[in-house]
């Protein structure tokens, strides 16, 4: 089954209106194919994939999340890297700022959070709540920033610059950035939210600001769609994924993430030149072997180990 991620990207300086972007699965897509062949197949690969990023320790690759409350951001994080080696992922979610984070610059909590090289960093939530949440909610009235900041009539368009400037920094500095926004339907949050007073095992995802927040939902989308137009970019591009389906979603999110590493293309080091000067020494180790064999073992399991 051939499944293309290229209708769900946004291209750079297009404009957006996710009224235009379906919520739901493509009917072509078998949910059982997925669920039993397709999904684990390519989770499988992304525990390959990150085990030579975290070996190469050259990249990093942050993965970024918004989109409505009960969008699916969590569950889609737990069951696409439930395999990943736990050395090799930072997951933050990012909440309301506190009193330090506030008397910072708005990208200040987010640098800090920024994964190491060879690690697959997550965002659940992230600087876009400062372009979204903050200016729907007109927070910057109590914040700290000076009056002829938070009073600027261009502060918006000044903070979709200096965000754009900062991932493509990342990117120059070899850190790849995917954001994805999951699009849910209305039906289906409200669903999703009446789930969690209803389910006990669900009770302890209910926040009344959830349906606080829901009231917003028209103000929501439109700041979304802007947030899309403004700043998917070839160097962090935005997707927009149908989140109604998480089976299919969680798919996706596990595609994106695979051809993300697969394009930085990551390796296996060589064994470094001090090792290697001490072949003999290791030889004493296994006295039954002889050096020239022992090294030969040596690259075979190595290309054995790459292959996997």
Aim: charged content about 30%.
């Amino acid at each position: 089954m051939k499944i293309s991620l290229t209708p769900y990207l946004i291209k750079e300086k297009s404009k957006v209106n996710l009224k235009d972007f379906s919520t739901k699965a493509d009917s072509k897509v078998k949910r059982e194919e997925v669920e039993q062949k397709l999904f684990p197949a390519i989770t499988q690969e992304i525990c390959a994939l990150q085990e030579k990023l975290w070996a190469e320790n050259r990249h990093g690759v942050i993965i970024l999340f918004q989109g409505m409350d009960a969008a699916g951001k969590d569950s889609a994080v737990k069951r696409v890297f439930s395999e990943v080696n736990p050395a090799g992922l930072s997951i933050v979610s990012f909440k309301a700022p506190s009193t330090e984070e506030l008397d910072h610059d708005y990208l200040w909590r987010i640098n800090k959070a920024l994964p190491p090289r060879g690690v697959i960093g997550i965002f659940n939530r992230s600087h876009y709540e400062d372009v979204v949440t903050v200016r729907l909610h007109n927070l910057l009235n109590k914040g700290t920033l000076p009056d002829e900041i938070k009073n600027d009539a261009d502060i918006w368009k000044d903070r979709y610059e200096q965000i754009c400037n900062w991932e493509k920094y990342l990117y120059q500095n070899g850190f790849k950035m995917i954001k994805i926004f999951l699009h849910v339907s209305k039906d289906e949050q409200r669903q999703r939210l009446a789930e969690r007073i209803i389910n006990p095992e669900k009770h302890y995802k209910f926040d009344l600001s959830d349906i606080r927040e829901r009231q917003y939902w028209d103000q929501y989308q439109d700041l979304y769609s802007d947030m899309l137009s403004r700043s998917s970019t070839k160097y962090a591009p935005w997707y927009v994924l149908p989140a109604d389906n998480k089976w299919y979603t969680r798919m996706l999110i596990a595609m994106l993430v695979r051809d993300t590493i697969k394009d930085i293309d990551p390796k296996f080091p060589p064994m470094a030149d001090d090792v290697k000067s001490q072949l003999h020494t290791i030889q004493e180790l296994f006295e039954d072997v002889d050096i020239k064999e022992f090294s030969e073992m040596l690259k075979k399991l190595s290309k054995a180990k790459s292959q996997k």
